[in-house]
């Protein structure tokens, strides 16, 4: 009788098993644009893989990150387009929630030494990636449309040290969108203040888990870039949708 019961609870184990192993997974497909990239371009959409994976919350950084300085270039026409790419009234960015809260502790480590960050772009809107491959065709500075950018996915930022006393941007050799060798983080001709400046963001950068961009000194990007859809979600929007 042990036996019988035994082989009974065996026999429902493995029904059980079976049922859950075969009922269907609920899947969120993402359509694909002409270059077979998937991309998120409606809310609805967008808050689906965010139900599924909270990880995937865009965060606005003004409100984030306390003391953080933002000057959006691409809301502005001071940047290498010479056009407004960004409604001129966007005042905040935005990046995935794990990202997010890595860059908190970046200014927080910064902050103690009497520095913050400034925020020059995050989250980019797909549509703007492709108009910047129209002028740049150079995978060095803009991403190729066909792969879509850490930007489009949220887990990119441009930026750089500023003094929290005087407000001042530290010197880092160039200015934003530099598209020179003298930008490379491998270029050393430069002052050795110059260079100090850069290993300071380069190094509290990548203490928090952000890896950098070779060709540019601002530009450090979250892991698991596969793990994120590429967006083209209005970013003058943005407050509708995102955190």
């Given at each position: 009788m042990n036996k019988l019961f035994k082989s009974f609870l065996l026999t429902i184990v493995c029904l059980l098993l079976f049922?859950?192993?075969?009922?269907?997974?609920?899947?969120?497909?993402?359509?694909?644009?002409?270059?077979?990239?998937?991309?998120?371009?409606n809310k609805e959409l967008f808050l689906q893989t965010v139900q599924a994976d909270s990880d995937k919350t865009m965060i606005g950084l003004e409100s984030f990150i306390?003391?953080?300085?933002?000057?959006?270039?691409?809301?502005?026409?001071?940047?290498?387009?010479?056009?407004?790419?960004?409604?001129?009234k966007t005042k905040d960015t935005y990046l995935r929630l794990p990202a997010a809260k890595a860059l908190l502790k970046v200014q927080h480590d910064l902050n103690i030494r009497g520095y913050g960050l400034k925020i020059f772009d995050?989250?980019?809107?797909?549509?703007?990636?492709?108009?910047?491959?129209?002028?740049?065709?150079?995978?060095?500075?803009?991403?190729?449309?066909?792969?879509?950018?850490?930007?489009?996915?949220?887990?990119?930022?441009?930026?750089?040290?500023?003094?929290?006393?005087?407000?001042?941007?530290?010197?880092m050799g160039?200015?934003?969108?530099?598209?020179?060798?003298s930008a490379h983080h491998d270029f050393t001709d430069l002052p050795n203040k110059v260079l100090e400046n850069r290993k300071l963001l380069k190094e509290t950068m990548e203490k928090y888990g952000f890896k950098l961009f070779q060709t540019e000194w601002w530009h450090y990007s979250w892991s698991d870039p596969e793990k994120y859809?590429?967006?083209d979600l209005d970013i003058s929007k943005g407050n509708k949708f995102f955190k």
């Open positions: 049922t859950s192993s075969s009922q269907p997974q609920l899947s969120i497909i993402v359509p694909k644009n002409a270059y077979g990239l998937q991309v998120i371009d306390p003391f953080i300085a933002i000057e959006l270039r691409y809301a502005t026409k001071n940047n290498f387009m010479k056009k407004i790419m960004y409604p001129a995050a989250y980019r809107p797909y549509s703007v990636t492709q108009k910047f491959w129209e002028l740049v065709h150079d995978e060095r500075y803009v991403a190729d449309p066909k792969k879509g950018s850490g930007h489009n996915r949220g887990i990119a930022v441009d930026l750089t040290i500023i003094d929290l006393t005087t407000k001042k941007e530290l010197d160039t200015g934003f969108d530099n598209f020179t060798d859809e590429v967006l």
